[in-house]
């Protein structure tokens, strides 16, 4: 059987998104144990002029949610990005992958050449066809804040290791 853009992105972005949630789960238990307000992580920054870690997990739901619907032609829900604590994170990566498990299995297939015109910074757009932009945006970019994400927890001190970002709570169960 053929890869389609179905099976190379939902499936993608539903296990690394699960696998985020089951880092914040950690990271809440690692705050539990070590006595101090797990909220304190929503903050977190690598570096000044980085975004925090609250801004990782909401773009990396929202680069699975708006690149699924950019190139399915669905409408993708919107979020308040207000969030500002660990419960309020894992509750928007439960809103987008219960959204994602709407997305009919077959909505991306017959879409690799579509023109896809989406936000690049501000002011700025790119176009690009939905199989490149799936593959060379949409996908790296999850990867890129769900790596972040984990990063920052893991110099925080929360135990997390290989296993928990790419088989996360299915791995360890």
């Known amino acids: 059987m053929p890869i389609t853009l179905t099976s190379a ?3 993608v972005f539903k296990t690394a998104l699960a696998n985020l ?3 914040l789960s950690k990271a809440e238990a690692n705050a539990h144990m070590r006595q101090f307000n797990p909220d304190v ?4 920054r690598l570096a000044p002029d ?4 609250a801004s990782q997990v909401r773009i990396a739901c929202d680069a699975a949610k708006n ?3 950019r190139v399915s032609g669905l409408a993708a829900p919107k979020f308040a990005d207000d969030e500002t604590t660990l419960a309020q994170l894992q509750e928007r990566i439960a809103k987008t992958l219960a959204w994602l498990d709407t997305v009919p299995a077959d909505a991306f297939d017959g879409r690799e050449e579509q023109d896809i015109t989406f936000p690049v910074g501000k002011e700025a757009t790119r176009t690009m066809k939905g ?3 799936l593959k060379h945006w949409a996908i790296p970019n999850v990867y890129f804040h769900v790596t972040t994400a984990y990063a920052l927890l893991r110099h925080n001190g929360v135990d997390l290791g290989k296993a928990d970002y790419l088989a996360g709570a299915q791995a360890l169960a």
């Open 9 to 11: 992105a939902l499936p």
């Open 21 to 23: 949630a089951h880092c």
């Open 41 to 44: 992580f929503v903050g977190l």
């Open 50 to 53: 980085m975004l925090p870690f």
């Open 67 to 69: 690149g699924t619907a």
């Open 131 to 133: 199989e490149a932009y």
